[in-house]
């Protein structure tokens, strides 16, 4: 995938554009890694779909922030890059942070998004105030980690992040690349959750976790499938990043939504 840059913005972006007319399918990756945990998904769906994945703000390559960049704006960088390269509209998958984004993007241009796959996160139109912030204590404590040593943030953070031992390594080894800096970036995230009220999505929706992933999130994602009009999959074997653990089943799970998206059988 070819490497770019978004034009006064500190977004770094990647592009396969070689299916002619095709629809595109949009990743957004999760926090403290970078678009590379989707690598077997680019392997399998390039040829298939024009495909865009994006760093987010202090991952990866996007790091060259300047004063008054922060995480809130990322919806409106990625619309920057569908004019740049005249994407009408897109498929959208998420994991874990990323799903948060792709909502968010929802919620601010409907009318360019074909569907959403959200997977190990949240309704953020719809999120419990006493999670968030219990949520927000267990992040704390992980980051108290990383300000004495990435090392051994990343460590820990693998065995919350992934349940296989390779998806463990390769998490580990996306995660160690992670800038103690880009942290100030993480709390504008609460300026995205519940700003804009429920309503009848537009769009498919696709939503899940792995069995192994913590328990609160298992519960999460079956409560959203009992409010939402939505396809649900809770994957064995996996735990919180589902792409990584069993690429093989995401991957297929994921064309099959996509078919359905269009109609198919």
């Not at 865009?52 to 996007?62: K, M, P």
């Not at 009848?200 to 609160?216: F, K, S, V």
Request: proline residues 2%; hydrophobic residues 40%.
């Amino acid at each position: 995938m070819e490497n770019l840059y978004l034009d006064n913005s500190p977004i770094a972006y990647y592009i396969d554009d070689t299916v002619n007319n095709g629809e595109w399918l949009v990743f957004i990756h999760a926090a403290f890694v970078d678009r590379r945990m989707f690598e077997k998904q680019f392997d399998y769906f390039s040829g298939k779909y024009n495909l865009l994945a994006v760093d987010i703000l202090g991952h990866g390559n996007s790091i060259h922030a300047k004063k008054g960049d922060s995480i809130e704006k990322m919806s409106d960088w990625i619309d920057l890059i569908f004019q740049k390269h005249n994407i009408p509209a897109a498929h959208f998958v998420g994991v874990s942070l990323g799903s948060v984004f792709i909502q968010d993007f929802a919620n601010k241009y409907e009318s360019k998004v074909l569907s959403l796959a959200c997977f190990g996160g949240y309704d953020i139109n719809n999120f419990d105030v006493s999670r968030q912030k219990a949520n927000s204590k267990s992040q704390m404590k992980m980051m108290m980690k990383a300000l004495f040593s990435i090392k051994w943030f990343s460590k820990a953070n693998k065995k919350i992040s992934a349940y296989t031992s390779d998806a463990q390594t390769e998490f580990y080894n996306l995660n160690i690349q992670f800038r103690k800096s880009s942290f100030r970036y993480m709390a504008g995230l609460q300026k995205l959750v519940n700003q804009y009220p429920k309503k009848q999505r537009q769009y498919e929706l696709l939503i899940g976790c792995g069995e192994h992933d913590i328990p609160t999130e298992i519960e999460i994602v079956n409560e959203w499938a009992e409010y939402e009009n939505c396809d649900k999959i809770i994957f064995e074997g996996a735990g919180h990043c589902v792409n990584m653990d069993t690429p093989r089943e995401f991957n297929v799970c994921l064309e099959n939504f996509l078919k359905k998206c269009h109609g198919d059988k």
